[in-house]
């Protein structure tokens, strides 16, 4: 005799895709008197695109003006800065300069500053030479000129992702893991369900929801013709990077970024909050949704850049390289749009800036689906947002707090030394209400093994923690109350 399958999970509405922005998503929707589930392919929020963005805070001052986009980006840079102070993720306001190395660059900077200004962006300021060797002195000889962005920082992509769907949990809502949507089925009205509903049918369970969102960013196409559209491809983008040692820190004083061209950003340096120099990435179109592996031809083509640009970096350690694949579609915009008739809505193209954004893109999405007859109304009596452990080098880390350590011996226990990852932080992913599955989920919420050695010290105390969830530690004993 056959077992009956369990009886789906109802909510109100579905967010498929747990990255940077359908995390957030879900976070609003669940800040309403709704049943949200945000619903993801992989074992962690944030494994996809999300955790290889170049991790940028974004100004949008370079984008096309009157798109929904810049709008967005605008909008979001504010409002995620402010959520990154609530909530302790990590920012670093460095500034950025663009700069001009051909005379056509040159030409273009003026216009680069006009487009700003039409975005609503007017502190950029024109620069000559001598100025931009003085913000970046070890910058490679030839430049010609500069365009300041001061407004440009630097945040944890890692952090905002999983502060997010903390946050979405925290006010309610399911994060189901390990639950891809293999196909959708529209049911007939219920009493729950006046108006229908989708079911979706997922590896993990079925889930039936009476809307759907569709944020699975490269595989947002994909989703959308299970919905009976045919109106866009993802083109997965390739973009490699060198992740340099902390030594090459002073290199960088801020965001070194090159003139964009049709291809995107371009190739820029970048300081990251970690402590590191990252340049790239490269942007190489393909057909491979999966295809994050990197390549000889890039490390060559970053090889080249990198030496023009900043040629003291090669002086330094290549500690790590990645590669990360974006979602490009054809127009240069997002994509968002809602479908009454099945009750959907699709979130899709949204590239880098999807993180600056993520925040105005759920409001968006929040302001459809009211128009579409949802009641989304914040309710009275939210949780205050959480905080999140600081894995950022400008703030106090727990190695560093004698008051923490005073109160909690785990906090001065160090276990990875590249990174200055105590046993009380490992300890803490574990019992947090998103614990890490993976080497990776540890490593996004710790930085344990994300320095020079790359697990060559910490790796065993790392698998002996994620087999046991962290009971390996046994002397790493959690402070009664405390909120890290």
């Not at 008051?403 to 909690?408: E, K, Y």
Request: net charge negative; hydrophobic share 40%; charged share 25%.
């Amino acid at each position: 005799m056959s077992t009956p399958s369990p009886a789906p999970r109802r909510v109100d509405v579905a967010v498929i895709g747990g990255g940077v922005v359908g995390s957030a998503i879900a976070r609003r929707l669940a800040g309403a008197d709704l049943g949200v589930a945000l619903v993801e392919a992989r074992a962690d929020v944030g494994d996809g695109t999300s955790k290889a963005n170049t991790a940028i805070l974004h100004t949008g001052f370079d984008a096309s003006p009157g798109t929904l986009e810049s709008r967005l980006v605008a909008q979001g840079y504010h409002l995620l800065g402010d959520y990154a102070a609530a909530t302790g993720i990590p920012v670093e306001r460095t500034g950025a300069l663009l700069v001009a190395w051909t005379e056509e660059e040159l030409a273009a900077l003026p216009g680069l500053r006009e487009k700003a200004e039409r975005n609503g962006y007017d502190a950029c300021e024109l620069v000559d030479a001598d100025a931009v060797y003085a913000r970046v002195p070890d910058l490679g000889p030839g430049a010609l000129g500069g365009l300041t962005v001061p407004g440009e920082s630097i945040i944890c992509t890692w952090s905002t992702t999983i502060a997010l769907a903390t946050d979405a949990v925290a006010r309610g809502a399911a994060v189901l893991l390990e639950h891809r949507v293999e196909s959708v089925e529209t049911v007939a009205p219920d009493a729950q369900a006046p108006d229908g509903a989708t079911l979706l049918r997922t590896s993990g369970g079925d889930v039936l929801a009476t809307w759907v969102v569709n944020a699975a960013g490269l595989h947002a196409d994909t989703i959308d013709a299970l919905f009976g559209h045919d109106r866009f491809t993802v083109t997965p983008r390739r973009g490699e990077l060198f992740v340099f040692d902390k030594l090459a820190r002073p290199l960088a004083p801020l965001i070194v970024l090159p003139v964009p061209s049709s291809l995107g950003k371009g190739v820029l340096v970048s300081p990251t909050v970690y402590g590191n120099v990252m340049l790239g990435p490269t942007a190489e179109d393909l057909d491979d949704k999966t295809a994050t592996g990197t390549s000889e031809a890039g490390f060559a083509f970053l090889r080249g850049k990198g030496e023009r640009i900043l040629p003291a970096l090669f002086d330094e350690e290549v500690t790590a390289t990645y590669a990360g694949l974006r979602a490009a579609v054809p127009g240069g915009d997002y994509l968002v749009e809602r479908d009454d008739e099945r009750r959907y809505v699709l979130v899709g193209g949204i590239r880098s800036t999807g993180l600056t954004s993520s925040l105005a893109l759920a409001e968006h999405v929040a302001g459809l689906l009211a128009d579409g007859g949802v009641d989304v109304r914040e309710r009275d009596d939210l949780p205050a947002p959480p905080r999140i452990p600081n894995i950022g080098e400008a703030g106090l880390r727990p190695y560093a707090d004698a008051a923490a350590i005073a109160a909690d011996p785990a906090y001065g226990r160090v276990v990875c030394f590249c990174e200055r990852v105590t046993a009380g932080e490992v300890r803490d992913a574990f019992a947090s209400p998103l614990p890490p599955r993976d080497l990776d989920g540890l490593r996004r919420r710790t930085r344990l093994m994300n320095g020079r050695c790359q697990g060559f010290y910490c790796g065993a105390e790392a698998a002996a923690a994620l087999e046991t969830c962290g009971a390996s530690l046994a002397d790493a004993r959690p402070t009664e109350g405390t909120d890290r």
